[in-house]
């Protein structure tokens, strides 16, 4: 004589459970960081912080300083590096962008409200303005006009 077993399908397993839980717990772990991805995402910066703007004069008056050539427009900064290469930075949408031979769109600067390069004859200056309205201006001696 045979017997069958019959399967009580009337409730859950504890592995269903468990499995269950697991599913839950997971989802609630991301929960917190798509509430920060939400509100961070509607916030727009006001402005650059202090670190941005100290970099960026950093690093564009290494290239000041290495370039073979330096020509001043009222938005633009143009550099003739030593290898011919020509390196634009221009004021572009509330970003200051780098162009290396009319070409890219590296970003060094957002925020930005303004940006002007002046050539006083001796000296490179530029001015930042940010949406916030802080001002920020550094100058710069171009290796190749000796001191």
């Given amino acids: ?25 997971a ?3 991301l929960v917190p960081l798509l509430i920060k991805a939400i509100t ?10 202090i670190e941005e703007t100290e970099m960026f004069f950093t690093d564009i008056g290494k290239e000041i300083r290495a370039a073979k050539e330096v020509v001043v427009s009222q938005q633009q900064l143009v550099l003739k ?13 509330g970003r200051i962008r780098k162009q290396v031979n009319g070409t890219g769109h590296e970003i060094w600067l957002q925020n930005t409200a303004s ?32 001191i």
């Fill in 115 to 146: 940006f002007t390069a002046e050539n006083n004859g001796r000296w490179i200056i530029l001015k930042i303005v940010d949406f916030a309205g802080k001002k920020a201006e550094r100058s710069y001696l171009p290796l190749q006009w000796g």
């Fill in 81 to 93: 590096a030593k290898n011919g290469d020509i390196l634009v930075f221009s004021f572009y949408q």
């Fill in 40 to 49: 961070f995402a509607g916030k727009e910066s006001k402005g650059t912080t």
């Fill in 27 to 29: 989802i609630a772990a």
């Fill in 1 to 25: 004589m045979r017997i069958k077993a019959r399967w009580n399908e009337k409730g859950i397993t504890l592995i269903e459970l468990i499995i269950s839980l697991a599913i839950i717990l």
